[in-house]
């Protein structure tokens, strides 16, 4: 196959990826406002988890396909760009002042799931037994974000009640958006596995690599879209809330399903275990730490996330080339 049409089957993988994860995403929150579940719960739970469908299924497609150091890289570097380069604009751009409580338990979860992941890359392998407790702090994430839902709605939070459907046209869209959604990612994630795999055999770069900058940085783009329109509205807090959902399950659930689709312990790379793992963790202390003492996200702090993840990724191309 022609690196050209390697190339844009690869484009064409991340197009159905964005694409597809705005129409499920909308069709999901529609379907949970029609059935009167709240908005904080549909936002704690179906859109969090909907926004990080791309990474989930690239890499357990990866993992079942045997590109185990794809479906790593892709997770953790996901992980690594939503701080280092998404969040990071988003607190250059808006600094905020936060109330410690909102994110004092998912900053506890994200930073012990990332220092949980080095361990493991120190052992060189993420077992079924570190695959389970992963899952554990994923249960956690999901009731600490249910609980905190509904105290904001005894508060008066969230008044809205059950949307009355406007028609059968409205229905038949919003079914149609949800699968057509699926489908997308779906096939979008099998373009993206397939492609960037041969991709990194014909330039002769790494699959890691092409996972934590390309694939990455691509099924990353629906929390970037979230942070940038985060920014025109100037809601700060809703960027940094839904980048830090979506880190939890990419670490705490994609990692694990890989490892059970795999049936055995996950094999991690010397260089994923070098440079991958720390990098994730050290964005994510830069991030989180300053922001629970001083009850602020400051622009310093995005600004020196980018020096971070510029440097990183300034590291990983180096080690292809030496």
Request: aromatic share 6%.
């Amino acid at each position: 196959m022609e690196l050209a049409t390697v190339i844009f089957l690869f484009l064409v993988g991340i197009v159905f990826i964005i694409k597809g994860g705005d129409f499920f995403v909308d069709a999901a929150s529609w379907m949970a406002e029609v059935s009167g579940i709240p908005k904080l719960i549909v936002g704690a739970t179906i859109v969090s988890l909907a926004t990080t469908l791309p990474e989930m299924l690239v890499s357990v497609m990866a993992a079942a396909k045997g590109s185990v150091d794809m479906a790593i890289g892709n997770a953790v570097g996901s992980v690594t760009a939503n701080i280092g380069l998404i969040m990071a604009i988003s607190v250059i751009c808006i600094p905020s002042v936060i109330r410690r409580a909102d994110y004092l338990m998912k900053s506890i979860l994200m930073l012990a799931a990332a220092i949980l992941i080095v361990v493991c890359g120190a052992s060189g392998q993420l077992g079924i037994p570190i695959a389970v407790v992963m899952i554990a702090i994923f249960c956690i994430f999901l009731c600490e974000n249910v609980s905190s839902a509904k105290r904001s709605m005894k508060a008066g939070a969230d008044a809205a009640g059950r949307r009355k459907i406007e028609g059968k046209k409205e229905v038949a869209v919003n079914v149609v958006r949800f699968m057509v959604g699926a489908i997308g990612i779906v096939w979008g994630a099998d373009l993206l596995v397939d492609n960037g795999s041969a991709l990194a055999a014909m330039v002769g770069v790494p699959e890691r690599v092409i996972g934590v900058t390309i694939i990455a940085v691509g099924t990353s783009l629906p929390e970037l879209v979230t942070t940038i329109t985060a920014i025109i509205k100037k809601q700060s807090s809703l960027s940094v809330g839904n980048i830090l959902g979506a880190n939890i399950i990419d670490l705490t659930l994609i990692l694990p399903l890989c490892s059970l689709v795999s049936g055995k312990a996950l094999p991690i790379a010397a260089t994923s275990a070098r440079y991958d793992l720390p990098a994730c963790l050290l964005v994510g202390c830069i991030a989180l730490i300053p922001a629970m003492v001083f009850q602020k996200f400051q622009k310093w702090q995005g600004i020196l996330l980018l020096c971070v993840y510029a440097g990183y990724l300034y590291l990983t191309c180096s080690a292809v080339a030496a």
